[in-house]
Every structure is written in structure tokens, then in C-alpha cells.
């Protein structure tokens, strides 16, 4: 006779079980983040947050990048969150050992804590994020107001970990790089519960309220620890190159078209911005030199009508090439060559001239406020675009082009219009780039600026709204604030480029 046997597939102690796997290396956590980091006072001062042996005075009182190892330390006792934490873990201990390590300081904290963490790796297990209930709209509002306001916070956090530079905090550079490991920590422990797919699922079922918000927050910015007139002018730079990406992101994301000239749009739009500066208003100045540019986007993309893949690559790199060269031989007399074109004057609105602080806001605020507006612009741009009728045309060539033309889509008028848009959305950003920095000069618009666009493009994931931003933040913030590092600094960046590619192959920002 066949026995049923009744009992439940998995043992219901099992999850238990699982629960405390990761307990051993969230205690190794915590009691390395406790010890001594330096033996020694450094030759800047002593460590940060009194981590050493002669300035331990309050061994529980943890702050700084000690305080974000207890929070990991102490996350890591949540069953689905060891690995993520260990992951941040690592990176802080390893960033700080390292730093100890190149002073010559022998670390006491720095091999438990890494130790630590390699430990949670590998007992951490990853398990499916679950299905988070979306709620209504009274609980969503709330909620994305709280998300929101946490990305304002981690936003300025990032931007003044360390200082500004090295005379006024010796160790920024290593603070500034640890708070980059609690960070991806942080963020991993959310994905793990499904937390940031949830947030992200609310914003886009209730889009208007959530880009208000997130408007709302960005002119916020000014108000934080990064609303200073140095972050101002890094914060409205990042914005306008991030604009630029964003108007990329349609030629190469979205239509599949390999551009390796684009910059030669942004300073199509700077140069006739800086020529017209004298002359007209800005609005008049800045919508010349997006239309100048998206004439210049019909004509490289005309011949796209006959070359794909590399040819177009090729063609695309041969218009940037000779666009640089003309502006520096001053060809026509509209670039100024050498000399560059000096003297923009800058925005002004009733008196007020953009590059002036208003009121208690620090210098560079209004421009600051202007690229904000750009970008929301251009992610709207995008946005819409993308779930129109065109954009599936873009998409579609971008997957295969004979089939999209096999089934009727007009790939020829596709492409041009692809970069049209593109090009007119660099020509507005090149307009603002050319008054923000008073001066433009053909050394702005190199071939490497065009590749660190792409990059930009690919890195934060092609074809998403947000993602051009995310990758422009990354590889402009990157390399000021790896500045602390002199001669590592190349090494380092192409090292965090490396790392995003290997763990996030589609992009920070996925489709």
C-alpha cells in the first residue's frame, strides 16, 4: 500500500536557519568597526572620527565611515540582505586599509572589517525580490515624497563626502570613495527587497505627481551641504552635459545609430549662441543655436540613408573631426581659433545676472536652476518620444533594419529624424554652456568628449529616460572628486567603469 506522505516540502525550520546564516559576519562587522583603524597620527591629522589609539576617546560614539559599517553590520542580520551588505562592507574596509596601508599605517579594524565582509559574501544567498502590494494614493503620495527626499540627501551626501579638496581634509579621498562603497551597499540591501522596483513602479503609476516631486527636490539642492557656489557650478555642468547625453541617448539608445562626433553639435549650439550673445536676448541666442544644430543633425544623418554599423561610425567621427578642426583653424571667423570667443555675457533676468548669488542662495544657483529645467526637458522629450509611434520606429531599426523596413516602417526619415531631435537637444544645451562659462573655445569639443558622452550613454543604459543622467553624473562627478588621488585618479575611474560593465552589463539603469 502507497503511504501520502503529508508533511511540507521544506522544513519549516529551514528559513530560520537561513535567517541567521550571515549572523557571524555581521558580528565580525560590528566589532571591526569598533576597533582602532590607525596606530599611528597621520601626518594630516589624526583619523577620522578619533579611530585611532591615541585619540579613541569614545570607542562607541561612531561616526563617519565606522557609523556606515555598524548600519551594514547590523543589516546584514536580515535574512536576503548579507551579500549586498557584505558587498559595501568590503569596498569601505578595502578603501581605508588601503588608504592606511599607502601611509604607512598598520590598521587594526581595516582586516576584520574586510575580513568581515568577504565572510557575508559568501554566506549570504540571493533569493527573488518579492512582489511589494502597490498601495493607493494616499500612501503613495507620502512615499514618494519620503523616496525622493532620501535621493535629495544621498545626491548631496556623495557630492561633499571628503571635502572639496585635499588642503582642507587630507583624507577625502578615501572618505569620499568609502561613502561610494555604503552607498552600493545601501542600494543593494533595497533591490534585494524589492524596494527600489516598487518605488520605481509607484512613480510611473502616478508619473505627474512623481516628476513634480522630483523637480521640486532638485531645486532643493542649493538648500543642502552641497549648496555651495563650487557644487553649484559642478552641479550645472554635470546638467548640461547630461542634457547632451540625454539627446545622444535618442540617436544611439533608441534609433541603434552609432554617433562618434555628437559633441560637434554642443558646440554647433555654443558657437552660435557666443555670436549672437551681444546681439540678442538669451532665448533668442539659445533657440538659434538649437535650430543651427538640428540643420547640422539633418545633414550628417542624410548620408546615414546609405551606410550602417561602422561606415556610419566612421562618417559620424569624420563630421566631429572636421568640425573641431575648423573651429580651431577659425574657418569662416566664427570661432575665434586660438583665441576662442572670450567675453558671453551671462544669463539676466530683471537685473539679476545668473552667475551672481539671489538673495541667500549661493553663486550659480540660477544656472544651476536653468540646467535642471533642461534636463526635465529633455528627459520629457525623451519619454514621450519613446512611446510614440516614432519611437517604435527608432526602436524597431534599432533591433533589425531591414525588417522594420520589410515592414513598412520609413527607416530613411526615421533616422533623420532621429537626429534631427538629437542634434537641436545639444545645440539648446551648447547655447547654456557657452553663457555659463563666458567664454568657448575649440578645445571643449574633442573627440574624447564625444566618447565620454557615449559612455555616458551606455553606461547608465541605452534607451532609458533616466539613465543618460545617471551615466553623465557618474563620469563627471567621478573624476572631480578622484582629484584626491593625483596620480591614481585615471586608474581609479577606469577601474569603477570596469566594475559597472562587469556587474551591470545593461547599464546602471536597465530597460
Given at each position: 500500500m502507497t503511504t501520502l506522505d503529508t508533511r511540507p516540502a521544506t522544513d519549516p525550520r529551514a528559513p530560520a536557519r537561513r535567517s541567521w546564516r550571515t549572523a557571524p559576519g555581521a558580528v565580525l562587522v560590528l566589532v571591526g568597526a569598533l576597533l582602532p583603524w590607525a596606530t599611528v597620527v597621520l601626518p594630516g591629522g589624526a583619523y577620522p572620527d578619533l579611530a585611532t589609539l591615541q585619540f579613541f576617546d569614545a570607542p562607541h560614539q561612531v561616526t563617519g565611515f565606522r557609523l556606515h559599517l555598524v548600519l551594514l553590520g547590523l543589516a546584514a542580520f536580515l535574512p536576503g540582505a548579507g551579500r549586498a551588505a557584505g558587498v559595501g562592507v568590503v569596498i569601505v574596509a578595502l578603501v581605508h586599509t588601503a588608504f592606511l596601508a599607502v601611509l604607512g599605517a598598520l590598521s587594526f579594524g581595516g582586516p576584520v572589517t574586510l575580513a568581515a565582509g568577504a565572510l557575508l559574501i559568501w554566506l549570504g544567498r540571493p533569493a527573488p525580490a518579492p512582489a511589494l502590494k502597490l498601495p493607493g494614493r494616499a500612501v503613495a503620495w507620502p512615499v514618494l515624497v519620503a523616496a525622493f527626499a532620501a535621493l535629495l540627501w544621498l545626491v548631496s551626501a556623495t557630492l561633499t563626502a571628503g571635502g572639496q579638496s585635499r588642503a582642507t581634509n587630507p583624507h577625502g579621498g578615501a572618505e569620499f570613495l568609502a561613502f561610494l562603497g555604503f552607498a552600493v551597499g545601501l542600494i543593494g540591501i533595497l533591490s534585494a527587497y524589492g524596494v527600489l522596483t516598487w518605488i520605481s513602479t509607484l512613480a510611473e503609476r502616478h508619473r505627474a505627481f512623481g516628476v513634480t516631486v522630483l523637480l521640486a527636490c532638485a531645486m532643493l539642492l542649493p538648500l543642502t551641504e552641497?549648496?555651495?557656489?563650487?557644487?553649484?557650478?559642478?552641479?550645472?555642468?554635470?546638467?548640461?552635459?547630461?542634457?547632451?547625453?540625454?539627446?545622444?541617448?535618442?540617436?544611439?539608445?533608441?534609433?541603434?545609430?552609432?554617433?562618434?562626433?555628437?559633441?560637434?553639435?554642443?558646440?554647433?549650439?555654443?558657437?552660435?549662441?557666443?555670436?549672437?550673445?551681444?546681439?540678442?536676448?538669451?532665448?533668442?541666442?539659445?533657440?538659434?543655436?538649437?535650430?543651427?544644430?538640428?540643420?547640422?543633425?539633418?545633414?550628417?544623418g542624410a548620408p546615414t540613408l546609405r551606410v550602417r554599423g561602422d561606415y556610419l561610425a566612421i562618417v559620424t567621427l569624420a563630421f566631429g573631426?572636421?568640425?573641431?578642426?575648423?573651429?580651431?583653424?577659425?574657418?569662416?571667423?566664427?570661432?575665434?581659433?586660438?583665441?576662442?570667443?572670450?567675453?558671453?555675457?551671462?544669463?539676466?533676468?530683471?537685473?539679476?545676472?545668473?552667475?551672481?548669488?539671489?538673495?541667500?542662495?549661493?553663486?550659480?544657483?540660477?544656472?544651476?536652476?536653468?540646467?535642471?529645467?533642461?534636463?526635465?526637458?529633455?528627459?520629457?522629450?525623451?519619454?514621450?518620444?519613446?512611446?510614440?509611434?516614432?519611437?517604435?520606429?527608432?526602436?524597431?531599426?534599432?533591433?533589425?533594419?531591414?525588417?522594420?523596413?520589410?515592414?513598412?516602417?520609413?527607416t530613411g526619415r526615421a533616422k533623420i529624424l532621429a537626429f534631427l531631435v538629437g542634434a537641436t537637444l545639444a545645440g539648446l544645451a551648447g547655447a547654456v554652456f557657452a553663457h555659463k562659462l563666458g567664454t568657448v573655445g575649440y578645445e571643449s569639443f574633442d573627440f574624447s568628449e564625444s566618447v565620454t558622452l557615449l559612455a555616458a550613454v551606455i553606461l547608465g543604459g541605452m534607451g532609458t529616460v533616466p539613465g543618460a543622467v545617471v551615466g553623465a553624473s557618474l563620469l563627471f562627478v567621478l573624476p572631480e572628486k578622484l582629484r584626491e588621488f593625483s596620480d591614481y585618479r585615471l586608474m581609479l575611474f577606469g577601474l569603477a567603469l570596469i566594475l559597472i560593465m562587469r556587474f551591470r552589463p545593461r547599464g546602471l539603469v536597465s530597460k
Amino acid at each position: 500500500m502507497t503511504t501520502l506522505d503529508t508533511r511540507p516540502a521544506t522544513d519549516p525550520r529551514a528559513p530560520a536557519r537561513r535567517s541567521w546564516r550571515t549572523a557571524p559576519g555581521a558580528v565580525l562587522v560590528l566589532v571591526g568597526a569598533l576597533l582602532p583603524w590607525a596606530t599611528v597620527v597621520l601626518p594630516g591629522g589624526a583619523y577620522p572620527d578619533l579611530a585611532t589609539l591615541q585619540f579613541f576617546d569614545a570607542p562607541h560614539q561612531v561616526t563617519g565611515f565606522r557609523l556606515h559599517l555598524v548600519l551594514l553590520g547590523l543589516a546584514a542580520f536580515l535574512p536576503g540582505a548579507g551579500r549586498a551588505a557584505g558587498v559595501g562592507v568590503v569596498i569601505v574596509a578595502l578603501v581605508h586599509t588601503a588608504f592606511l596601508a599607502v601611509l604607512g599605517a598598520l590598521s587594526f579594524g581595516g582586516p576584520v572589517t574586510l575580513a568581515a565582509g568577504a565572510l557575508l559574501i559568501w554566506l549570504g544567498r540571493p533569493a527573488p525580490a518579492p512582489a511589494l502590494k502597490l498601495p493607493g494614493r494616499a500612501v503613495a503620495w507620502p512615499v514618494l515624497v519620503a523616496a525622493f527626499a532620501a535621493l535629495l540627501w544621498l545626491v548631496s551626501a556623495t557630492l561633499t563626502a571628503g571635502g572639496q579638496s585635499r588642503a582642507t581634509n587630507p583624507h577625502g579621498g578615501a572618505e569620499f570613495l568609502a561613502f561610494l562603497g555604503f552607498a552600493v551597499g545601501l542600494i543593494g540591501i533595497l533591490s534585494a527587497y524589492g524596494v527600489l522596483t516598487w518605488i520605481s513602479t509607484l512613480a510611473e503609476r502616478h508619473r505627474a505627481f512623481g516628476v513634480t516631486v522630483l523637480l521640486a527636490c532638485a531645486m532643493l539642492l542649493p538648500l543642502t551641504e552641497a549648496g555651495t557656489g563650487y557644487w553649484m557650478t559642478v552641479a550645472a555642468t554635470i546638467g548640461i552635459y547630461a542634457a547632451t547625453a540625454i539627446g545622444l541617448n535618442i540617436v544611439v539608445g533608441l534609433a541603434g545609430l552609432l554617433d562618434l562626433g555628437y559633441v560637434a553639435f554642443l558646440g554647433i549650439g555654443a558657437f552660435t549662441a557666443a555670436n549672437l550673445a551681444h546681439t540678442l536676448p538669451f532665448p533668442v541666442a539659445a533657440l538659434a543655436g538649437a535650430a543651427v544644430a538640428g540643420v547640422f543633425g539633418v545633414v550628417v544623418g542624410a548620408p546615414t540613408l546609405r551606410v550602417r554599423g561602422d561606415y556610419l561610425a566612421i562618417v559620424t567621427l569624420a563630421f566631429g573631426e572636421i568640425f573641431f578642426r575648423a573651429a580651431q583653424n577659425d574657418i569662416g571667423g566664427l570661432t575665434g581659433g586660438a583665441n576662442s570667443i572670450p567675453g558671453i555675457p551671462p544669463i539676466t533676468i530683471f537685473g539679476q545676472a545668473f552667475n551672481q548669488p539671489v538673495g541667500g542662495l549661493p553663486a550659480g544657483f540660477l544656472y544651476y536652476a536653468v540646467t535642471v529645467l533642461m534636463v526635465a526637458g529633455a528627459m520629457a522629450v525623451l519619454a514621450n518620444l519613446k512611446h510614440s509611434r516614432t519611437g517604435r520606429a527608432w526602436l524597431a531599426i534599432s533591433e533589425d533594419e531591414d525588417v522594420a523596413r520589410a515592414m513598412g516602417v520609413r527607416t530613411g526619415r526615421a533616422k533623420i529624424l532621429a537626429f534631427l531631435v538629437g542634434a537641436t537637444l545639444a545645440g539648446l544645451a551648447g547655447a547654456v554652456f557657452a553663457h555659463k562659462l563666458g567664454t568657448v573655445g575649440y578645445e571643449s569639443f574633442d573627440f574624447s568628449e564625444s566618447v565620454t558622452l557615449l559612455a555616458a550613454v551606455i553606461l547608465g543604459g541605452m534607451g532609458t529616460v533616466p539613465g543618460a543622467v545617471v551615466g553623465a553624473s557618474l563620469l563627471f562627478v567621478l573624476p572631480e572628486k578622484l582629484r584626491e588621488f593625483s596620480d591614481y585618479r585615471l586608474m581609479l575611474f577606469g577601474l569603477a567603469l570596469i566594475l559597472i560593465m562587469r556587474f551591470r552589463p545593461r547599464g546602471l539603469v536597465s530597460k
